[in-house]
């Protein structure tokens, strides 16, 4: 598997990764109708470095990095990682975790955190959870999940 940052034609393979979990609606706290642009927009933001992660010359997922919050909080990292719904159980988000706790190292920030871990997302807790993250928050009914309801979230945590 390779991972790299984004490059000008990942666009569209990038939104066909977006777009199913953006549907979804139960992973994410993003408006389930955006549009290509709108998704494309948020992703690959100024602000954020984003990578694609290539398996057999497919992307087979995508993260962002960014500082979690400016000035005081600039050293905190913050990550959205989706893979792609068809490569689910590859170890792709497991090998896009990796590659991003040691880009965030290389580019100053001193700890990572997820502001927003939506509580049914069992998986991604497990998976954030075997790479040194820890609950240090739950937020109650914090995430409105389309089939069922106001469910927690949590913010997890890790020092680099």
Not at 42 to 53: D, G, I, M, R, T
Not at 61 to 80: F, I, K, M, S
Not at 139 to 150: R, S
Request: include cysteine.
């Amino acid at each position: 598997m390779i991972i790299r940052q984004v490059q000008p034609g990942d666009e569209e393979a990038i939104w066909q990764i977006l777009s199913p979990m953006l549907k979804a609606g139960d992973t994410y706290a993003l408006p389930r109708d955006w549009t290509r642009e709108q998704a494309l927009t948020y992703w690959l933001a100024p602000e954020k470095q984003s990578f694609v992660a290539i398996k057999d010359g497919r992307v087979t997922g995508t993260y962002y990095l960014r500082a979690n919050q400016a000035g005081g909080g600039a050293h905190v990292a913050n990550c959205g990682y989706v893979t792609a719904s068809w490569a689910a159980g590859q170890g792709i988000a497991k090998a896009m975790c990796a590659h991003s706790l040691e880009a965030a190292r290389e580019a100053g920030f001193r700890a990572m955190q997820f502001n927003l871990v939506v509580s049914t997302n069992l998986r991604a807790i497990g998976l954030w959870q075997h790479m040194g993250f820890v609950t240090i928050g739950r937020l109650p009914g914090a995430f409105q999940h389309h089939e069922q309801g106001d469910v927690d979230a949590l913010v997890m945590f890790r020092h680099l």
